[in-house]
């Protein structure tokens, strides 16, 4: 039982590159978060999926897209990053809305 | 509009004494709380929650106290371990208004706890 995980850990992009990051849970859980953890700023949500093949935008989702074509997997997508999107990332699944979330270890990118 | 805030950003305390981390909120629908820990180069893990209709909710050295009428919550760690080093984020979140995907949990900005030897 893995919990929640994410690839990669790290991650250096020039801006304008484009990358995919893939979160996967073991806990058959319905509902699943992508959040950026900034210094001073907390954790911000970016988006959220309440089941399978549903998405949905949260606090800050300018310039990121995602997919949850599994139960299991969620994917955070940047198309054209930017030095503004560098940020530790992390994943987290719920059994319900607003239940405790369980957090993947996170991954941390920077924009160059 | 920060609606969970957590104002102190750090907070040292001595082995073995009491650290009491602090959180307000300013959404008055919100009946469900939560405590969580991070470590440096983790995700954050769930620590203790708190409905509203309860004002004490303890586990173990971890005491969450909730104070409806002030808006506030606050996590008492006693005794405090060189382990509980750690940033502490408090959430919250309007869970019994069913008011679907508007439930989900806000998070504050965190404290980062330091216990010295």
């Known amino acids: 039982n893995a919990g929640v995980t994410q690839t990669p850990k790290f991650r250096v992009l020039k801006t304008g590159q484009s990358m995919t990051l893939l979160c996967a849970q073991d806990?058959?859980?319905?509902?699943m978060y992508w959040y950026r953890q900034d210094p001073g700023m907390g954790l911000r949500l970016i988006h959220y999926s309440v089941g399978e093949g549903t998405t949905a935008k949260g606090e800050v989702p300018d310039g990121y897209n995602v997919s949850r074509l599994k139960k299991q997997n969620f994917l955070l997508g940047l198309e054209s990053a930017a030095p503004s999107q560098t940020s530790v990332y992390f994943c987290?699944?719920?059994?319900?809305?607003?239940?405790?979330?369980?957090f993947g270890p996170g991954t941390r990118l920077t924009v160059t | 509009d920060q609606q969970v805030k957590q104002n102190s950003p750090s907070l040292s305390v001595q082995e073995g004494r009491i650290s009491i981390l602090n959180c307000d909120y300013t959404n008055s629908m919100f009946d469900y709380f939560l405590w969580y820990k991070k470590y440096p180069a983790e995700g954050p893990t769930f620590l203790i929650s708190?409905?509203?209709?309860?004002d004490k909710n303890e586990d173990g050295r971890f005491t969450v106290f909730l104070n409806k009428s002030a808006k506030h919550l606050s996590l008492h760690i006693v005794p405090s371990q060189p382990g509980d080093s750690a940033v502490y984020f408090c959430?919250?979140?309007?869970?019994?208004?069913?008011?679907?995907?508007?439930?989900?949990?806000?998070f504050g900005t965190g404290t980062r706890l330091q216990v010295t030897l």
């Open positions: 806990m058959n859980h319905e509902y």
């Open positions: 959430a919250a979140s309007p869970r019994s208004a069913n008011t679907g995907t508007a439930s989900k949990l806000t």
């Open positions: 987290a699944s719920s059994y319900a809305i607003a239940y405790e979330q369980y």
């Open positions: 708190i409905s509203s209709i309860k």
